[in-house]
T-cell receptor, first 111, second 112 residues
């Protein structure tokens, strides 16, 4: 069964610190992997999208990595800011149509 | 800024009423989706469409129905609303790879 698992479920860090969120998937055949940021009460916003051949992709203070062999991805946030408090969702595409969503990691940044 | 719009943003309605949640996108995307999300919980796909006159049920069973008569429009209808339908409903659309899905702002539905 195609699944996407994220860890940790929730994370609290101090402002200015770095953190790494994990995503493991069993989706096959794999097309691409995306990370979304969702603020409370809002729709998800895309951070990065990576294909099978891409290992790393950055978007400002966000850096996503992908290991297609072990079927793992991570999202690293550098120098966290209060505005980074949100849910971060990993989404794996089996094809251009089917999107399989993880449950998300709830990140709280404290001053 | 993504050109996908949902209305209304908030809706409080009595049990038994029929409601339609509107979703429109101006990007010409073939693929559109409806997700249901309870507060603090993950997104669940309830309907999707590959294009005009194409609709499929998603992973989460839903009593709602959808239609896709025009590319830009993907409304979701509840024939008889119940308190268990209280949730946030998110509409999304996506174009060809490698573009990601764009989401509307959501409709927060409360059935009393």
């Amino acid at each position: 069964k195609n699944q996407v698992e994220q860890s940790p479920q929730s994370l609290i860090i101090l402002e200015g610190k770095n953190c790494t969120l994990q995503c493991n998937y069993t989706v096959s055949p794999f097309s691409n992997l995306r990370w979304y940021k969702q603020d409370t009460g809002r729709g998800p916003v895309s951070l990065t999208i990576m294909t099978f051949s891409e290992n790393t992709k950055s978007n400002g203070r966000y850096t996503a990595t992908l290991d297609a062999d072990t079927k793992q991805s991570s999202l690293h946030i550098t120098a966290s800011q209060l505005s980074d408090s949100a849910s971060y969702i990993c989404v794996v595409s089996e094809s251009n149509y089917q999107l399989i969503w993880g449950a998300g990691t709830k990140l709280i940044i404290k001053p | 800024e993504a050109d996908i719009y949902q209305t209304p943003r908030y809706l409080v309605i009595g049990t038994g009423k029929k409601i339609t949640l509107e979703c429109s996108q101006t990007m010409g995307h073939d693929k559109m989706y409806w997700y249901q999300q309870d507060p603090g919980m993950e997104l669940h796909l309830i309907h999707y469409s590959y294009g005009v006159n194409s609709t499929e049920k998603g992973d989460l069973s839903s009593e709602s129905t959808v239609s896709r008569i025009r590319t830009e429009h993907f409304p979701l209808t509840l024939e008889s609303a119940r308190p268990s339908h209280t949730s946030q409903y998110l509409c999304a659309s996506s174009g060809d790879f490698p573009k990601g899905a764009f989401f509307g702002q959501g409709t927060r539905l409360t059935v009393v």
